[in-house]
């Protein structure tokens, strides 16, 4: 008796959820996930009915079928029905929607029509240019490389639009006949591209790429904050590069549009070398019509970065390259005080004080070339923040200060800049973001990936850490590093290690909620402080390489207590009345913010300095990070 009333219960309760679920609940949540999915859910709140059922939704479609479903998705030509293909009869159960399908234009008339065959990718791409026109332009081809001469233009419109997609081999396979399923997203890209006004937006975006390639004002195609960012290059930027002749063209354009703008992924070339894009960009109704509001474009390195920064203090410093960075820092470019640092002959003015250092080595250059390295070269603030100020609230010294820099970086043919930008005041830092923003526009014009370093987030810190605004530098950079080391400076009061990993996870954290993974570096050090400490009072803490950390450890015999939380070797000895204590950086501890790097998603890491790492810490760099 007891069954049966758990059972009676059991049925009510599935009947009450029938009738109060959404109809299509048991549809989509009742059977394994497809690829299409959501595509399919967004023909149906459209009101597009599916003339098939999900289990078929893998089988070919047949052009008799695709023409049915074409005529339910789209308002048809409603005119007298005549027999238009000696293969479709009358009688035929394809011949209304066959006729329909004719006479709006999306299919051509021709004798026979087929309508048992299955629809290939060809033959439904050829469909989509009646439905929705595809805009092709020759100059920026995603081509396959599969298709003949005169389908290639169409096919690359269709793939950079988004309605089609390439195969991961990059082919297009025109004659393969499509599923349901594709043929139904297909048709569902279409009537969204409709909805949002995707041609018009395409084109928008087209003229905006066209006009940063061939070097002309793009300012009348954009609003808001892209329109100022553009006067800015059209007035200052175009001008400076109007006698540099650095042409550019584009290529591989992948465009993906939403109903608030889209991303532009594509391939930048240059006289000397081909730079992979991304273009995220906003767009807004106005009165004109379609512009474009706002814009994050990046340059972007073809694999995960391994920076090594060079420390150089005079100009012609020697380069060893024996690390296995595939990106090299040097500190070539620094604001200098005539007064306090001698000038050197190929050191620019700034000021009647101030002059830029240059330190470059034709012959550092070459070796890193030889070694297939890429040189992004430090230009240093001197962490001097009057004369910081000084340089970036005024607009005329901030371009002079670009201008020089680039013309520098163009003629040693750099492949990019890291601003090392740090000790500036709270107050400064909108000064110093606009300074990176227009410096940005000059490298973008210029082909240079443009990185700049940032502290860890401490509110208390005006100095050390409040002087960015993270997420504006974010906007106009390709790359940030996070300099997460002298977790206890030289200065400090208290000894401790360099960067312990929790500490550097804190950082990574906080910094994260600013900037997308993908766009960070994450700093680490590659030296170790020797703290010397009297009755617990710091009185010493110079910096050591981590081969000198292993010989000290030899000569005195010490041995190691491993610390799970900094993941970090400790080690202390007594001479006399001081007490040194020392928190080790070695390939456990690099192991652990590789660890980090993995975890979080970034683009790689940037070690100061080179020439303190020992060899075995660059085969695991390379190891984790190919």
């Known amino acids: 008796m007891k069954r049966s009333i758990v059972l009676f219960l059991l049925c009510v309760c599935l009947i009450i959820a029938a009738m109060l679920l959404p109809a299509d609940w048991f549809l989509w949540n009742n059977t394994p996930q497809h690829w299409a999915d959501e595509e399919m859910k967004q023909l149906q709140q459209m009101g597009v009915t599916l003339p098939f059922s999900r289990g078929q939704w893998d089988d070919p479609v047949t052009r008799g079928e695709f023409c049915a479903f074409l005529v339910n998705a789209f308002s048809s030509d409603t005119g007298e029905e005549i027999q238009l293909f000696s293969d479709v009869p009358a009688e035929d159960p394809y011949f209304s929607v066959v006729n329909a399908a004719c006479r709006s234009g999306w299919v051509s008339q021709a004798e026979f029509f087929r309508p048992n065959d299955f629809l290939t990718r060809q033959e439904l791409l050829l469909v989509c240019n009646n439905l929705i026109p595809l805009e092709t332009d020759s100059s920026l081809q995603s081509v396959a490389t599969d298709v003949e001469e005169e389908m290639k233009a169409l096919v690359s419109a269709a793939v950079q639009s988004g309605i089609f997609t390439l195969y991961e081999d990059n082919t297009f396979r025109p004659t393969d006949s499509v599923t349901k399923a594709s043929a139904a997203s297909v048709i569902c890209r279409i009537l969204t591209a409709k909805k949002n006004n995707d041609g018009i937006r395409r084109a928008l975006l087209l003229d905006y790429l066209h006009a940063f390639a061939d070097g002309k004002d793009a300012s009348h195609l954009c609003t808001d904050q892209e329109k100022e960012r553009q006067q800015y290059r059209s007035k200052t930027v175009l001008p400076f590069f109007k006698d540099k002749k650095i042409s550019k063209t584009i290529k591989e354009l992948v465009l993906t549009l ?19 894009s991304t273009l995220s960009f906003t767009t807004k109704q106005t009165e004109q019509g379609f512009l474009i509001s706002d814009t994050k474009f990046r340059l972007l390195a073809s694999e995960p970065i391994r920076l090594v920064w060079e420390y150089a203090s005079r100009p012609d410093m020697e380069y060893s390259n024996e690390n296995k960075a595939n990106v090299v820092s040097p500190t070539w470019f620094k604001l200098i005080n005539e007064k306090d640092i001698e000038v050197f002959p190929r050191d620019m003015e700034i000021t009647e004080n101030l002059y830029l250092s240059d330190y470059y080595s034709h012959d550092f250059f070459q070796k890193a070339k030889k070694g297939k390295q890429q040189v992004w070269a430090l230009c240093s603030n001197g962490f001097e923040p009057e004369q910081t100020r000084q340089v970036l609230a005024d607009q005329a010294l901030r371009k002079k200060l670009i201008e020089t820099l680039l013309t520098k970086a163009i003629d040693y043919h750099l492949d990019g800049i890291n601003l090392d930008f740090e000790n500036m005041y709270r107050e400064d830092k909108d000064i110093f973001s606009q300074f990176v923003q227009e410096c940005s526009l000059y490298a973008k014009e210029g082909g240079l990936i443009l990185s700049a370093d940032i502290t860890k987030i401490e509110e208390s810190s005006s100095f050390y850490s409040m002087c960015y605004d993270r997420e504006a530098l974010s906007r106009c950079t390709d790359y940030l590093m996070l300099m997460a080391y002298d977790q206890h400076p030289k200065g400090s009061n208290i000894a401790g290690p360099v960067a312990a990993l929790d500490w550097t996870e804190d950082a990574l ?118």
């Open 258 to 276: 939403t109903t608030e703008g889209g991303n532009a992924d594509f391939i930048l070339c240059y006289p000397d070398r081909e730079i992979k």
């Open 509 to 626: 954290i906080g910094v994260l909620e600013q900037v997308p993974a993908s766009q960070m570096l994450l700093g680490v050090p590659f030296y170790t402080r020797i703290w010397e400490t009297n009755e617990g009072v710091v009185v010493n803490a110079p910096a050591a390489s981590m081969s000198q950390v292993q010989e000290l450890m030899k000569e005195k015999s010490l041995t190691t207590v491993w610390n799970e939380t900094e993941k970090l070797h400790y080690a202390e000895y007594q001479e006399g009345n001081s007490l040194y204590k020392i928190w080790i950086e070695d390939t456990d501890s690099c192991s652990a913010r590789m660890d980090l790097i993995e975890q979080y998603g970034l683009s790689g890491i940037a070690c100061w300095s080179g020439g303190y790492e020992t060899p075995e810490i660059w085969n695991l760099i390379e190891k984790r990070l190919k």
